[in-house]
């Protein structure tokens, strides 16, 4: 069973970054095209940013621009730099295979992001 830790969020005040790693316990993670999710307060899970295999990558328009996904298949991590947050990229943050694609697994605890001023 593949296992996902998401670290790296915290408190931050408009305008500033956050850089945001997923760590995946199996092999088989690093032939995964891959994302990450947010779910805030209220609302669904959403995916906001992927990476394929290969390293292409694609963004939600609400974030194109200002986050970046990549990923390092030698650790079998994946990561999300945020740049330029605003109090909407508040939630916490998943990552997982992209379900565009692949059965996602199990979900892990996630890492909280809060933009306030």
């Known amino acids: 069973q593949v296992q996902l830790v998401e670290s790296g969020g915290g408190l931050v005040q408009p305008g500033e970054s956050l850089r945001l790693s997923c760590a995946g316990s199996?092999?088989?993670?690093?032939?995964?095209?891959m994302g990450w999710y947010r779910q805030a307060p209220g609302k669904q899970r959403e995916l906001v940013a992927s990476?394929?295999?290969?390293?292409?990558?694609n963004y939600t328009g609400s974030v194109n621009g200002r986050f970046t996904i990549s990923r390092d298949n030698a650790k079998n991590t994946v990561y999300l730099q945020m740049n330029s947050l605003k109090p909407e990229d508040t939630a916490v943050y998943y990552c997982n295979a992209d379900a565009r694609y692949r059965q996602v697994w199990g979900w892990g605890q996630g890492t909280q992001v809060t933009v306030s001023s």
């Open positions: 990476i394929t295999i290969d390293g292409n990558t």
């Open positions: 199996r092999i088989i993670f690093r032939f995964a095209p």
